[in-house]
Every structure is written in C-alpha cells, then in structure tokens.
C-alpha cells in the first residue's frame, strides 16, 4: 500500500463548501439569531449597574446554596470590579449562559430519547464520542468558515464541545429510575408523557443537573478558544496576552474566569436540592415545623375532645 493515502481531508473540504453554496442562508439565520441572543443578554448585564447586579448574584447564591456562598460572590465579583475586568466577564458570562441554554435545549431531548430508544442510543454514542474526543481548537475551523470572526463561531464551537455531558448524563438519569415506579405508573393508566413528567424527570433531576453543571464548566473552559475566533470577553484578553507575553493581564483574566466558574458552579449544583443553609432550605424548614405544629395542636384537640366525650359517657 505504499503511496496510497485516503483522501479524508479532501472529502471533508468537499462536504464544507458544498454547505457553504447551498445552506448560506441557513448560517445567516443561525448568526443572526445567536449575535441578538448573545449581544442582548451581554447588553442587559452591562445596562444594569454593577452593584445592582452583584446584589442580585449574591441573593441568588443565598437563595439556593448558602449566605457564606453569598458573601464570597460579592467579593469575587468586587475583585472583578477592582480589576477594571466588568465589561469582560459580563461578556463572557452573556456567552456561557446563552451557550449553556442552547445546549441544554438540544441535550435534554436527545438524552431523553436516547433513554427511551436503544436505536437511538446506539447511533448517538459513537457521535457523542467523537465530539468528546475531537480536539476542541477543530471545532473552530468549520465554525470560522460558516459564521466568520465573531462572537458566534466561538458560540457554536462552546455549544458543540459542551453539549455531550448534558446528553450522557440526562439518560443515565432517565435509565436510572426505578423500574418499578414506572411499572406503578403504567398500572395506575399514566401515559408514557405522564410517566416522563410526573416520575422519570422528577427522580432524574439531580442527575440532570449534574450534565448542566458540566456543560456549564465546559462552556467556561472554551471561553478562550472563543476569545481565539475573536468572541469578546476575558477569554480574548487571555489570547491577547499569550500574544503579547503578558502575565500580569493573563493572570487577572484567568482569575476572572475562575470567579465565575465557582460561582455557577456552586449555584448549578444547588439547583436540584438548595442547601439547608439556603435561604429557601430555611423557609421549608420553618413551613415544615409549622405544618407539624398544626398537626401536634390538631391531634392534641382530637385527644381532648374524646377525653371529654368520655367523661360525659361516664356521668
């Protein structure tokens, strides 16, 4: 076989420029709609003042984890703030979000008809192992070629790279319901939409949101790939300062990103179950002993009144 070389670059430059002749405007729509999304979200983050929107971050993080998580959310955010790095890390966050959502509105379905279909999940394995698998900076020559310099290749290329953990782990967490709770469901007459709603995606959500936390981190990890296609934010700064060799620059932006990964980080992982230390894990407890109180003062009446009925039986 000397000499002989399969031609799988060839045939690959081939299959791209057929899409750029024939679905131009295909990745027109799709560059419109994800620049307004991005540029949008990037502009609301940026139209509020900063302590409003560090306030609202920290009440978010009280919300669901704990009021220590608040405090260190207000001081990362204030470092960044200090770091004259706001208008990046907004940028960068507008970027992740939007990424996160569009792939968790691709990966949720896909899991759960994966679970739901063996055909399915066998077809979607070994794609979803190339994606995994594929060197990320690959994921931004298509992407440069179909959407130009921008925000949106860097997008596109986050949504690719991110989007296999939120698959995976949706159908782990499907295929990992008790069976019998669903066989007690398709007893009692529950459709196969009712099952899925009331019983599968209730009991798999922990685990569903374990692939969004994932997504979320794999998001963040490409945002200096992205600053490579020329998306803006502090993966970019990152870029810049590779290119220039500076280290003080590449070391802020890199705190930058770190601040807001533990940041999404700990209020993903809070989504499924908020903390007891959360501000809505104290409002269930006293909602609890309040519930609870009631039933004590209910059953202490009922005692009450059949001792008296006894008395009066006895007279």
């Known amino acids: 076989m000397d000499g002989f070389r399969l031609p799988l670059g060839e045939w690959v430059e081939t299959g791209v420029n057929w899409l750029l002749n024939n679905l131009e405007w295909l990745f027109d729509f799709i560059s419109t709609v ?8 990037t502009g609301l983050l940026l139209d509020v003042p900063f302590p409003v929107t560090i306030v609202v971050l920290a009440l978010v993080a009280w919300l669901l984890r704990s009021p220590l998580l608040a405090v260190g959310t207000a ?7 200090s770091l004259d790095l706001w208008t990046p890390a907004m940028q960068t966050l507008a970027l992740v979000l939007v990424a996160t959502i569009v792939a968790i509105l691709i990966a949720v379905p896909l899991g759960i008809w994966s679970a739901r279909n063996d055909t399915v999940r066998a077809v979607l394995k ?3 192992d190339f994606m995994q698998t594929m060197p990320a900076f690959v994921y931004l020559i ?9 925000v949106v290749p ?8 991110a989007l296999p953990p939120g698959v995976r782990l949706t159908e782990l967490g499907i295929r990992g319901v008790d069976g019998e709770t669903v066989e007690a469901g398709h007893a009692f007459g529950a459709t196969p939409g009712q099952i899925l709603r009331g019983i599968q995606l209730p009991l798999a959500l922990p685990t569903i949101m374990a692939g969004v936390n994932q997504v979320i981190m794999l998001a963040l990890s490409m945002a200096v790939i992205a600053g ?11 870029v810049e300062a590779i290119s220039t060799v500076d280290i003080g620059q590449g070391v802020e932006a890199g705190l930058g990103i ?6 999404l980080d700990r209020v993903t992982a809070a989504l499924a179950s908020p903390s007891e230390y959360s501000l809505l894990g104290l409002i269930g407890r006293r909602r609890t002993a309040r ?23 006895a007279r």
């Open 34 to 41: 994800i620049g307004a999304l991005v540029d949008g979200l």
């Open 75 to 81: 001081v990362s955010l204030l470092v960044i703030v």
């Open 126 to 128: 070994p794609v979803l």
């Open 142 to 150: 298509p992407a440069i070629l179909f959407f130009g310099i921008g």
């Open 154 to 161: 860097g997008m596109v290329a986050t949504v690719i790279f």
């Open 228 to 238: 490579m296609a020329g998306a803006d934010g502090l993966g970019k700064l990152v």
């Open 258 to 263: 770190v601040l807001i990964a533990v940041f």
């Open 291 to 313: 519930r609870r109180q009631a039933a004590d003062q209910a059953a202490a009446s009922a005692a009450s009144a059949e001792e008296d009925a006894l008395a009066a039986a």
